[in-house]
């Protein structure tokens, strides 16, 4: 038997080192161009009286938003590949949730106001982002902020607007999908609205959850320059069959009915 070159241990981290940093030389060129040329004409098309003009089953402003998170999940290596159709009109979407990635990969596909944390607002970049695409900022632990946030939910779902949930309430590190608060769900049971479950799956077959999730004490800039130096990889939006209004039975079972959906699909 031959043996094995000397230093041979050392040529894969030095190979995977090298090319990580090709991907940092050729992502943050595009990454500022995505940021300080694309999105200042996102912007000027989104403040301009022509944003509302219909396009197919949108606005302008809503493709506009769109095409732009699209292209920011790209220059971070993400392929991304959608399973299903998102409901129109208004409708509760939720989501298992993975990262900050996730709601950009949501707005790639449909147009919605999501609900976050409130530290999310403070974000570099994301957190500005965020509060343009109308989200609604809650403070987690705080009774009052989750009535108010309840109530302007129901206000845009029966203004036919749609919101986007991540009803565990936190990231898990990737490895499993907790329970889903119920709660949330009470603002589609007085809209009288479908609730769609959402599984977003990274890698071939959700093999790369644990690498796009926070790492333990990572913080969100941490993350966001990791996520930047990865290999590129496939990003799967399944839009699950929805659950109608008067389908299931209360808020805790369409909770329960959700999840189950989006176990399943992240199984499959």
């Known amino acids: 038997m031959n043996a094995p070159p ?50 197919g089953e949108e606005t302008l402003e809503h493709r506009v938003i769109r095409a732009w998170s699209a292209g920011l999940m790209r220059i971070f290596g993400f392929r991304l590949r959608r399973v299903g159709t998102p409901l129109a009109g208004a409708t509760l979407f939720v989501a298992n949730h993975v990262s900050w990635v996730d709601i950009e990969i949501l707005h790639s596909q449909r147009m919605m106001g ?33 009535g108010g946030v309840l109530h302007e939910m129901l206000s845009r779902l029966r203004a036919g607007r749609s919101v986007g949930v991540f009803p565990e309430g936190g990231t898990r590190g990737g490895r499993e999908i907790g329970p889903f608060h119920a709660r949330i769900f009470m603002a589609a049971v007085e809209a009288g609205v479908p609730v769609q479950p959402v599984a977003l799956r990274y ?47 209360g808020r805790r079972r369409i909770a329960d009915l959700a999840r189950q959906r989006i ?4 199984a499959g």
């Open 6 to 55: 000397p230093h041979a241990g050392a040529v894969a981290p030095t190979g995977a080192s090298a090319a990580r940093a090709l991907r940092y030389l050729i992502r943050t060129p595009l990454l500022l161009w995505h940021v300080f040329v694309h999105l200042p004409l996102v912007l000027l098309l989104i403040t301009l009286p022509t944003a509302r003009i219909p396009w």
């Open 114 to 146: 999501f609900v976050a944390k409130r530290e999310i607002a403070g974000w570099p970049v994301v957190g500005w982002l965020a509060a343009r695409g109308h989200t609604i900022f809650h403070s987690r632990g705080s009774t009052e902020s989750l």
């Open 203 to 249: 890698g071939e077959r959700g093999d790369a959850q644990q690498v796009v999730a926070f790492q333990d004490r990572e913080s969100f800039f941490a993350n966001f320059l990791r996520l930047l130096g990865e290999p590129g990889r496939l990003a799967e939006v399944h839009f699950l069959a929805p659950i109608g209004p008067g389908e299931a039975d």
């Open 263 to 266: 176990v399943e699909a992240m």
